[in-house]
């Protein structure tokens, strides 16, 4: 009987333990860095080049995929950016999270787009977008 209660307990226990990781996995990352970065001397109000995409899986179990979230070399983390596809005028707004793209390897790229947002302007099958916009959402 007590080793019953024992069982039970641990087992209330651990699946308690379970769903709050599991909770906290699927949350997504919060972006509040408030730290200036040095290199961007100030917020370029637009700039036309190349866009790119990509995917990524954090350690914490959070993707890329499904959000709609960029890296770029010309806004802060936390701004929202409009992008428009010059080709075909269509546009998406991402949420900056990240740096980059690299400037010394793919110098005429501007902006790295997550795999859902660079869907809304082009086929990901294409891989890059040659003519992109990018400014400030207001």
Request: with cysteine; charged share 20%.
């Amino acid at each position: 009987m007590e080793n019953d209660k024992i069982i039970t307990f641990t087992l209330f226990v651990s699946m308690f333990f379970a769903g709050f990781a599991i909770a906290i996995m699927l949350m997504p990352p919060q972006y509040v860095d408030t730290t200036p970065i040095p290199h961007i001397i100030k917020q370029q109000p637009n700039k036309v080049g190349v866009a790119s995409y990509y995917d990524y899986v954090l350690k914490s179990g959070w993707s890329s995929v499904g959000h709609r979230v960029c890296a770029t070399r010309d806004f802060k983390r936390g701004t929202t950016i409009r992008v428009t596809n010059l080709d075909n005028n269509k546009t998406v707004d991402c949420l900056v999270t990240d740096f980059g793209p690299n400037a010394s390897v793919h110098p005429d790229r501007i902006v790295d787009l997550s795999s859902t947002a660079f869907s809304h302007l082009a086929l990901l099958s294409s891989g890059l977008i040659k003519n992109v916009k990018i400014e400030k959402v207001k």
